[in-house]
Nanobody, 116 residues
């Protein structure tokens, strides 16, 4: 059974940094596409960044140049390094795993709040 556990969220001042982690307890992590989504209050969930098994990355325009997604297949973990954070980055951040056979799994989410 796949279980995705996010960590690393919290309260940070504008301009600050956070690193989110998502540990996968399931199988086939190395061949799955991993992604981070976020959902602000009253907003739809949106894709923030994704990384394929071949380490090809994709970013939302709003985070390009500030966020970096990476993965460690030996640790079954995906990361999201967030720099130059803005108040509009405030949201619950969710980890997603998309397998080769089309199954999609979600973590429980971690809150990121950017405020002075």
């Amino acid at each position: 059974q796949v279980q995705l556990v996010e960590s690393g969220g919290g309260l940070v001042q504008p301009g600050g940094s956070l690193r989110l982690s998502c540990a996968d307890s399931g199988i086939s992590f190395s061949i799955a596409t991993m992604a981070w989504y976020r959902q602000g209050t009253g907003k739809q969930r949106e894709l923030v960044a994704s990384i394929t098994s071949g380490a090809y990355t994709n970013y939302a325009d709003s985070v390009k140049g500030r966020f970096t997604i990476s993965r460690d297949n030996a640790k079954n973990t995906v990361y999201l390094q967030m720099n130059s954070l803005k108040p509009e980055d405030t949201a619950v951040y969710y980890c997603n795993k998309l397998t080769n056979w089309g199954a999609s799994y979600w973590g429980q989410g971690t809150q990121v709040t950017v405020s002075s």
